[in-house]
C-alpha cells in the first residue's frame, strides 16, 4: 500500500473584505492555494526528499532498496549537443541508461535486471536557462518552415527547479506520481475572530516514488558551444 504524504498550508484574509463586498476575494484566495500546490508538486517531483522529510522521491533522487535512505543521484555523463552526430550519440547514452530496468527482493538487493523499451517515452528536463539552448541546437528551416527534429523522438521540458547546469533524463512511464485528493481548501470565520480574520487551511495527500533506481539519471549541462554562458548552480524556493 502506497504511503501518501500531506501537503498542508493555511491563508489569512481579513474579514472587513467581505464586509466591503468584495466578492472575488474568496475565489481569487482558493486559485492561489491551488496555484501554489501545483508549483509544490513540480518541485517535489524533480527534488522530493523521501518519507524522512515526509515528501515523496524526486527525480534527483536515489533510493537504497536496503533501508530506504534517499540521496543525490550521482552525475551520469555531460551533455553538450555541440552538433547532430555528437547529439545522436549523447542522446543515444541516455537512452542506454533508462533502457535497463531493475527488480528488487524483500529485502531490497537487486534480483534481476531486464532491458525496457523507452523510446517514445524519454523526458529530458532542464531549467529554463539551459532549455532554450536545446532549440538552438535542433532548429533548422525546412521548407521555409522552421521546424526542431530531435533524435529518437525524445521529449525537452522545463523546471525551475532543475538546478541551472544540470539535466534530468527519465522514463515517463516508470515515474509514479499520484494524488489521493484533490486540494482541499475549508475556510473558518470563527477561529481568528478577534483579530477580524478569515482562515483558510488547505491539504493534499500525494504519493511518488520511481519504479527502480534506473528511472532516472541525472547529467551535467554544457551548452556553451551553443552560446550559453558559463552555470553557476540555482536552487529556487517554492
Known sequence: TPLYSSAASDVYKRQDL???????????VRLQIKEAYAVAI?????????AAKDQPVGLMKEINRTNGAVSDKAVAGTLTLNDSKTSIREIGSV?????????YDKDGNVKRSKGAN????VVIALNPA??????????????GAFVSPIPFNVTFE???FVPQGK??????????FYAGSEVIVR????????????????????????????TSFVYDVDFSALGAPDTTDVNPEA
Not at 513540480?42 to 523521501?50: D, L, N, P
Not at 523507452?118 to 517515452?121: A, F, G, K, M, Q
Not at 539551459?130 to 521548407?143: K, P, S
Request: charged share 30%; proline share 1%; hydrophobic share 35%.
Open 18 to 28: 467581505k464586509d466591503a463586498g468584495v466578492q472575488w476575494v474568496d475565489r481569487y
Open 42 to 50: 513540480e518541485k517535489t517531483a524533480i527534488q522530493g526528499e523521501g
Open 95 to 103: 537512452i542506454k541508461n533508462l533502457s535497463t530496468k531493475e527488480y
Open 118 to 121: 523507452v523510446l517514445n517515452n
Open 130 to 143: 539551459d532549455y532554450i539552448y536545446t532549440g538552438v541546437a535542433f532548429m533548422q528551416l525546412h521548407n
Open 158 to 160: 522545463q523546471s525551475e
Open 167 to 176: 539535466a534530468v533524463a527519465f522514463d515517463k512511464t516508470r515515474y509514479n
Open 187 to 214: 475556510e473558518f470565520d470563527q477561529t481568528l475572530a478577534l483579530e477580524d480574520m478569515d482562515l483558510y487551511t488547505a491539504k493534499q495527500f500525494l504519493y511518488a516514488e520511481p519504479d527502480d533506481n534506473k
